[in-house]
C-alpha cells in the first residue's frame, strides 16, 4: 500500500502457493480466512507481478469468519497470477481510508464490503474517478449499485432473515431473541428485520458488544435470567452462537440457540446438538468469486448479473442431519 494502514491497521506479507489453491478449490466452493497473524490487518498474497487487487473489509482482528473471506480470495489471487492485498478495519471512517490506499497506490481492482455504506461512497468515487472497477462481497446488497459498485456477491440478508423467522415457526419457537454484535451494521439488522416479518412469535433485540466476547456471554446470559419466555437466541455470527451456548447453560435457560454462518467448531456444535441450525452465507466463497471477478472484468471484460442483480452465495441451512456433509471441509478451513 502506499500510504501507512490507519493505527490500529497493521501489515504483514504472504506468499499464496499455487498448491495451496489448489487444494482449496479442490475442497470447495466457499470457506472464511481473517486475522492475520501477529494481529495483522493488512497482507499481500499471490504476488507474481501481475495485476494488483486490493480487498478491503470490515472484519477486525482476530475473526474466524474474515479468515474465511480472505482464504477464498487468496486462493483466486493465487490461481489468477493476481497481487493480492487484503485490509481490513471494523472503524468505517479507516476502512474508508484502506480503500484511498489502494486508490493511491494504483491498484487494478478493489474488492469492498458495504457494513456501512456512506462511509464507501466518496472513495469508491475516487476509484472510479480513476479508473478502477470496484466490486461488493457480504454486506450491502441494497447499497451496492447506488454506491457504482460493479457487481455484488453475498447473501441476500433480509431474505435470509426471513427464511430463519420460517424455520424458527416450524420449530415451535415462541419468542426469539436476535443478538445483534455490531449496532448499525446494514447487513445484521436486516437478518433480525427479515427474521420479524415472518416469525409468528414475539422476537426482540439484543445489541452486544462484538469485541467482547465475555461480555457477550453476560449480557445473553443476564437477558435470559431476566425473562424466561426466551426460548431461541438466534446470534449472527459463528462465534457468537458459541458465546449464546455458554450463556444458556450459565443462566438455566432451557432456551434453544441459532446462528447464521459457519466454522469448525461451530458444526461440533450442530452436531452435538447445542446448536439447533446455521445459516451458511459462504464467505469463502465470496472472497473467491470477488477476486476472481475483477480479474475476468480486467481480461476479458466479463461483469456477472450484467452489473444489475448481485451473485447470491446463500443461505443454506446447516442442521444435524446434514452437517456431516460440510464437517470435512470446515475442518480444512474453507466452511
Not at 504483514?12 to 481473517?34: D, E
Not at 474488492?111 to 470496484?134: C, D, E, N, S, W
Request: charged content about 20%.
Amino acid at each position: 500500500m502506499n500510504t501507512p494502514p490507519p493505527p490500529h491497521a497493521s501489515a504483514r506479507r504472504t506468499r499464496v502457493a499455487a498448491l495451496a489453491s489448489v487444494l482449496c478449490l479442490l475442497v470447495s466452493g466457499c470457506s472464511f480466512l481473517g486475522a492475520a497473524d501477529d494481529g495483522a490487518d493488512a497482507d499481500t498474497a499471490g504476488r507474481s507481478g501481475g495485476m494488483k487487487v486490493t480487498l478491503v473489509t470490515h472484519g477486525g482482528k482476530g475473526d474466524a469468519f474474515w479468515d474465511l473471506v480472505r482464504r477464498g480470495a487468496e486462493a483466486a489471487a493465487a490461481k489468477d497470477g493476481v497481487d493480492l492485498t487484503y485490509a481490513g478495519d471494523a472503524d468505517p471512517a479507516a476502512q474508508a481510508d484502506l480503500v484511498r490506499d489502494a486508490v493511491r497506490a494504483k491498484a487494478d481492482g478493489i474488492a469492498v464490503t458495504l457494513a456501512k455504506p456512506a462511509a464507501m461512497r466518496g472513495p469508491v468515487a475516487q476509484a472510479k474517478a480513476a479508473g478502477i472497477p470496484v466490486v461488493g462481497l457480504n454486506s450491502g446488497i441494497d447499497a451496492w449499485r447506488p454506491t457504482g459498485l460493479l457487481e455484488y456477491f453475498g447473501q441476500d440478508e433480509s431474505v435470509a432473515g426471513r427464511a430463519v423467522g420460517d424455520k424458527l415457526d416450524d420449530l415451535k419457537a415462541e419468542h426469539a431473541l436476535c443478538v445483534v454484535h455490531e449496532r448499525g451494521n446494514v447487513a445484521l439488522e436486516a437478518r433480525c428485520a427479515g427474521m420479524r416479518k415472518t416469525f409468528r412469535g414475539d422476537t426482540d433485540n439484543l445489541y452486544v458488544d462484538g469485541s467482547d466476547m465475555n461480555a457477550v456471554t453476560a449480557t445473553i446470559a443476564s437477558r435470559l435470567r431476566q425473562d424466561s419466555s426466551i426460548d431461541e437466541v438466534v446470534t449472527l455470527g459463528a462465534q457468537y452462537g458459541l458465546s449464546a451456548v455458554k450463556a444458556v447453560r450459565q443462566s438455566g435457560s432451557r432456551a434453544e440457540v441459532a446462528t447464521f454462518d459457519l466454522n469448525k467448531d461451530l458444526v461440533k456444535a450442530v452436531r452435538s446438538g447445542e446448536v439447533q441450525f446455521a445459516v451458511d452465507q459462504q464467505p469463502y466463497l465470496q472472497g473467491y468469486l470477488a477476486v476472481d471477478a475483477l480479474w475476468l472484468y480486467r481480461t476479458n471484460g466479463n461483469v456477472s448479473g450484467g452489473g444489475t442483480a448481485p451473485v447470491l452465495t446463500g443461505p443454506a441451512f446447516v442442521t444435524k442431519s446434514n452437517v456431516a456433509a460440510v464437517a470435512r471441509f470446515a475442518a480444512a478451513g474453507t466452511r
